[in-house]
C-alpha cells in the first residue's frame, strides 16, 4: 500500500473512531510545519490566527524567505516565544 493510502486509511479511521472535525492540520507539509511552529508556546487559537496573517499577506511561500529577524517577530510578536522563533527562522 503506497504510504499515501495508507494515511488516506489512518485518517478514515481516526475521523470514524474520534470524530475529528478539526485540529488546524494542514494540507501541505510545508503549511503544516509552518503552523507547527507557530504554535510553540502560543495558543492554538493564536497560533492559527497568526498562520492566516501570514497566508493572507504572502500566498507565496518563497516571499517568507526574504524576512529579516525584526520583521518575522513583528508577525511573531502576538505569540508566545516570539523574539526565539525569530532569530530560528
Not at 14 to 27: A, V
Request: aromatic letters at 14%; hydrophobic letters at 40%.
Amino acid at each position: 500500500m503506497r504510504e499515501s493510502e495508507t494515511l488516506k486509511k489512518v485518517r478514515r479511521i481516526l475521523r470514524k473512531n474520534y470524530e475529528l472535525n478539526h485540529h488546524f492540520n494542514k494540507d501541505q507539509i510545508f503549511d503544516e510545519i509552518l503552523f507547527i511552529f507557530f504554535s510553540w508556546r502560543t495558543p492554538i487559537i493564536k497560533a492559527e490566527s497568526i498562520y492566516q496573517a501570514v497566508k493572507s499577506k504572502f500566498p507565496d511561500r518563497n516571499a517568507l524567505m526574504h524576512f529579516d529577524e525584526e520583521s518575522w517577530f513583528r508577525i511573531l510578536e502576538s505569540g508566545g516565544k516570539a523574539k526565539d522563533k525569530a532569530k530560528i527562522i
